[in-house]
């Protein structure tokens, strides 16, 4: 627990301080500017609970711009084979051979034309 405050509060002081040299070259919104000053005032506490606040935000953001999340309930049922009563090895077996007797198949009618 010691180590993971440490980093927290190794992180905060590096947000804090990129935050002072932000303000020093100008380059926030002023309401960006005024978020930060409020910032500031919290307790250690406090201003942890607004870095994971924004990093959930972020998070959420960011995860529906992607490619959404396919969940196993939406995939249940596309397997090949039924995983239930088949040994793995035999299916896999079973098909590698029927893959192979198509290919041979379609060998075989290019050869005839």
Request: hydrophobic share 35%.
């Amino acid at each position: 627990m010691k180590g993971i405050a440490r980093l927290r509060s190794q992180l905060l002081r590096s947000v804090l301080n990129w935050t002072q040299q932000e303000k020093e070259v100008g380059a926030m919104s002023p309401l960006l500017a005024q978020v930060l000053r409020e910032i500031e005032q919290l307790n250690p506490e406090e201003q942890l609970q607004v870095i994971s606040h924004a990093t959930e935000l972020v998070k959420r953001q960011t995860s529906t711009h992607g490619k959404p999340r396919r969940k196993w309930l939406d995939i249940a049922g596309n397997a090949p084979y039924s995983l239930v009563g088949e040994d793995a090895q035999e299916w896999v077996t079973r098909t590698r051979g029927e893959s192979q007797q198509h290919r041979d198949r379609l060998l075989e009618s290019k050869h005839e034309d």
